[in-house]
């Protein structure tokens, strides 16, 4: 090998020198590097860890208060299978398994009744006939259910226990009940004395001999009438009194209709009005009581009748109405006033000299007791409108 000469050794110490300070300048750059990650990193797991026992203290709080709510909660999979309950729904429902079918469940457990989204929650204990104690919530409850759509394809479930208050609403309605009948005794003794008078007034007449046929026909028609006036008064008397809560059934609405028919259309009859019936129902039911609801259309359509002339137009309408069923009654006569309008369904208000006022107070509280609504419309000169509004006969439990 030729021996280097002396300036291509400097030259080449001079190239190494060079590259140990570039590499000594890499090395610390990248050092400083490390050490600026492992900060940014130390930060980063810091943040992390206190998002992380934020989020942690959060899940304990929603848990906490989850299991606080007095009102069921179930959340279900897209499937409608339970992946999550709170102990108030385990007491309203029963012992709730996770991958438990919802709608199996609650065909077992909740049982329909006449109000939209109510049920009557009969958890497996009770259904046994497992002793409970008074206050222990493993009793059959009144409850209302609420099931809302989640953004991931699920859904939750909420019950709320409305039993109290359903009893609180029956007591309060009794109450009201009871606080009038001192009203209406005193309005129903002055009402009945002008119907009983005209009667016996009628009848002594029947009595005399000298008495043509013909008067004595119309003389027997208006004592009947008459008797019939008295007899309708207490029969208002006392669906007003009694309630309408009980006797629960599912009938339907084209039969009740025919039913209607055969007891108004003779009255149409007599005072020459064109009575029409439109059954629109398509054989649909309504869950309720059948001769409550008898009783308040047929208080709508002898209320037409009274305000109809001869020649005029009274229609029965059945049809549905979303989850509803509607019954109306249309008539062609005068109108209602609009002053009179907000007080028509108050008990004892009415615009008749023969009238008891509680006519309309027993639609409405047939309405109420099924879970539904009484409507009118009305326009002075154009006739009126009542509607009857009930839930349909439900089906199955959503």
């Given at each position: 090998m030729a021996d280097l000469r002396p300036e291509q050794l400097e030259e080449a110490f001079a190239l190494?020198?060079?590259a140990s300070a570039e590499l000594t300048s890499a090395y610390q750059a990248l050092q400083g590097r490390v050490e600026q990650l492992t900060g940014e990193l130390a930060a980063t797991n810091s943040e992390l860890r206190v998002q992380l026992a934020a989020k942690d203290a959060l899940s304990r709080r929603l848990a906490a208060l989850l299991a606080a709510l007095p009102g069921g909660v179930v959340v279900l999979d897209?499937?409608?299978?339970?992946?999550?309950?709170?102990?108030?729904?385990?007491?309203?429902?029963?012992?709730?398994?996770?991958?438990?079918?919802?709608?199996?469940?609650?065909?077992?457990?909740?049982?329909?009744?006449?109000?939209?989204?109510?049920?009557e929650a009969v958890p497996p204990a009770a259904a046994a006939g497992t002793a409970t104690e008074p206050g222990d919530l493993h009793r059959t409850r009144r409850v209302r259910l609420s099931v809302s759509e989640l953004p991931d394809g699920g859904s939750i479930a909420l019950v709320n226990d409305i039993t109290a208050a359903h009893a609180l609403t029956g007591q309060l309605e009794r109450a009201r009940r009871l606080s009038a009948m001192g009203e209406m005794a005193a309005r129903l003794a002055h009402n009945l004395r002008t119907p009983l008078a005209t009667a016996l007034l009628y009848a002594g007449n029947l009595g005399r001999t000298t008495?043509?046929?013909?008067?004595?026909?119309?003389?027997?028609?208006?004592?009947?009438?008459?008797?019939?006036?008295?007899?309708r008064m207490i029969q208002d008397m006392l669906r007003f009194v009694r309630g309408y809560e009980d006797e629960f059934e599912p009938f339907g609405v084209g039969e009740l209709l025919r039913e209607l028919a055969q007891v108004i259309e003779p009255q149409m009859a007599r005072r020459g009005v064109n009575?029409?019936?439109?059954?629109?129902?398509?054989?649909?039911?309504?869950?309720?009581?059948?001769?409550?609801?008898?009783?308040?259309?047929?208080?709508?359509?002898?209320?037409?009748?009274?305000?109809?002339?001869?020649?005029?137009?009274?229609?029965?309408?059945?049809?549905?109405?979303?989850?509803?069923?509607?019954?109306?009654?249309?008539?062609?006569?005068?109108?209602?006033?609009?002053?009179a309008m907000d007080r028509l369904f108050e008990p004892f208000f009415t615009t008749r000299s023969d009238g008891t006022g509680l006519g309309l107070a027993i639609v409405r509280g047939v309405a109420t007791a099924h879970g539904g609504e009484a409507l009118v419309e009305s326009r002075p000169g154009e006739g009126s409108r009542f509607t009857l509004r009930l839930p349909a006969s439900a089906g199955a439990v959503a």
């Open positions: 190494f020198s060079q897209a499937g409608r299978r339970v992946t999550d309950t709170n102990p108030a729904a385990n007491h309203l429902l029963g012992p709730l398994a996770s991958g438990q079918p919802w709608d199996g469940l609650i065909a077992g457990v909740l049982r329909p009744t006449a109000a939209p989204d109510e049920f008495i043509p046929e013909a008067e004595r026909n119309r003389f027997a028609e208006r004592t009947v009438d008459s008797l019939r006036r008295v007899e009575f029409e019936i439109v059954d629109r129902s398509e054989g649909g039911q309504i869950k309720g009581n059948r001769k409550a609801v008898a009783g308040a259309l047929l208080n709508l359509l002898e209320n037409a009748l009274q305000v109809s002339d001869a020649g005029g137009r009274v229609t029965l309408c059945a049809g549905p109405h979303g989850r509803a069923m509607d019954f109306s009654v249309d008539d062609t006569g005068h109108g209602i006033d609009p002053a």
